[in-house]
């Protein structure tokens, strides 16, 4: 499966994002996907997650109340729909997707397949 990420870009402080995580390939019920993170010298750290059957979510606690994952199956598309946006979200996000379990988890390691990164900015 190749993935496409999308929907990057700079935002104020408190604004909104939904970013868009498209697959081709395959069809996308088939892999949980994860959002996950990378600023500047730091580590990739997972954004939120969702299982391929959609009964199961994660979400970073740092994330946890603003953002909401979501999954258009027949689109082949999951959507990060990020609210309330501060400074500390500035980050490359990539999307992620795994065939081998219902939940890829909060893990990198349990995702097999990944997309190349969108930029989201957010300015003071």
């Known amino acids: 499966v190749q993935l496409q990420a999308s929907g990057g870009g700079l935002v104020q402080a408190g604004g909104s994002l939904r970013l868009s995580c498209a697959a081709s390939?395959?069809?996308?019920?088939?892999?949980?996907v994860g959002w996950f993170r990378q600023a500047p010298g730091k580590e990739r750290d997972v954004v939120a997650a969702?299982?391929?059957?959609?009964?199961?979510?994660y979400y970073a606690d740092s994330v946890k109340g603003r953002f909401t994952i979501s999954r258009d199956n027949p689109k082949n598309t999951v959507y990060p729909q990020m609210n309330s946006l501060k400074p500390e979200d500035t980050a490359v996000y990539y999307c992620?997707?795994?065939?081998?379990?219902?939940?890829?988890?909060?893990?990198?390691?349990?995702?097999?397949?990944w997309g190349q990164g969108t930029l989201v900015t957010v300015s003071s």
């Open positions: 992620a997707a795994d065939s081998r379990a219902n939940f890829g988890g909060s893990w990198r390691g349990g995702y097999e397949y």
């Open positions: 390939g395959r069809t996308f019920s088939f892999y949980s």
């Open positions: 969702i299982s391929r059957s959609n009964s199961t979510t």
